[in-house]
T-cell receptor
Framework: DAKTTQPPSMDCAEGRAANLPCNHS???????VYWYRQIHSQGPQYIIHGLKNNETNEMASLIITEDRKSSTLILPHATLRDTAVYYCIVKARGYSGAGSYQLTFGKGTKLSVIP | EAQVTQNPRYLITVTGKKLTVTCSQN?????MSWYRQDPGLGLRQIYYSMNVEVTDKGDVPEGYKVSRKEKRNFPLILESPSPNQTSLYFC????????????FGQGTRLTVV
């Protein structure tokens, strides 16, 4: 699985859009970009994923660059409850051997939403 | 409601006293796994299971056992807990279908004294 790089921390004003970047320059053609977040010490929560097209759901939007080497998670109107650690994970689709379903969490980006 | 349920949520035990942390999912997922989370080390996989009776070691399996006798359950067993197993534990499940997300339990905070 491709390695990802995220800034260690970011601040965002409440009500503004939070834009969280992720670099995955070694991504290969069959790898998805997944985003999860962890609020305090709760279990990680799935947010969104995509392959090459931009994606949007009720929680967030995912913008993937045309060369797929980087992506941005957008929380359109951040609230205090969005304060969490956000993880960008690159994962091959399907099964390709032992451990291929393993999610490798890096250190993520700690997003602080400020009143 | 789709969920992964872990029990107990909190546990304090003494060194050497066998314990089991249960994990159950109601989504008929094939894949289940256990992680531990420690400050500065992030989430690390302990064991995973591809399906019933199929388990394998993750990155930090020492001191742990698992079993997968039923599809919905994946208990984590500490035969002889030690203080270095004090940690926050998460169970997760996921479908084998392409491009699906993982669901995590709410965590079990274990303290071994």
């Amino acid at each position: 699985d491709a390695k990802t790089t995220q800034p260690p921390s970011m601040d965002c004003a409440e009500g503004r859009a939070a834009n969280l970047p992720c670099n995955h320059s070694t991504i290969s053609g069959n790898e998805y970009v997944y985003w999860y977040r962890q609020i305090h010490s709760q279990g990680p929560q799935y947010i969104i994923h995509g392959l090459k097209n931009n994606e949007t759901n009720e929680m967030a939007s995912l913008i993937i660059t045309e060369d797929r080497k980087s992506s941005t998670l957008i929380l359109p109107h951040a609230t205090l409850r969005d304060t969490a650690v956000y993880y960008c994970i690159v994962k091959a689709r399907g099964y390709s051997g032992a451990g291929s379903y393993q999610l490798t969490f890096g250190k993520g980006t700690k997003l602080s939403v400020i009143p | 409601e789709a969920q992964v349920t872990q029990n107990p949520r909190y546990l304090i035990t003494v060194t050497g006293k066998k314990l089991t942390v249960t994990c159950s999912q109601n989504m008929n997922h094939e894949y289940m796994s256990w992680y531990r989370q420690d400050p500065g080390l992030g989430l690390r996989q302990i064991y995973y299971s591809m399906n019933v009776e199929v388990t394998d070691k993750g990155d930090v399996p020492e001191g742990y056992k698992v079993s997968r006798k039923e599809k919905r359950n994946f208990p984590l067993i500490l035969e002889s807990p030690s203080p270095n197993q004090t940690s926050l534990y998460f169970c997760a499940s996921r479908s084998r279908e392409v491009g699906t997300e993982a669901f995590f339990g709410q965590g079990t905070r274990l303290t071994v004294v």
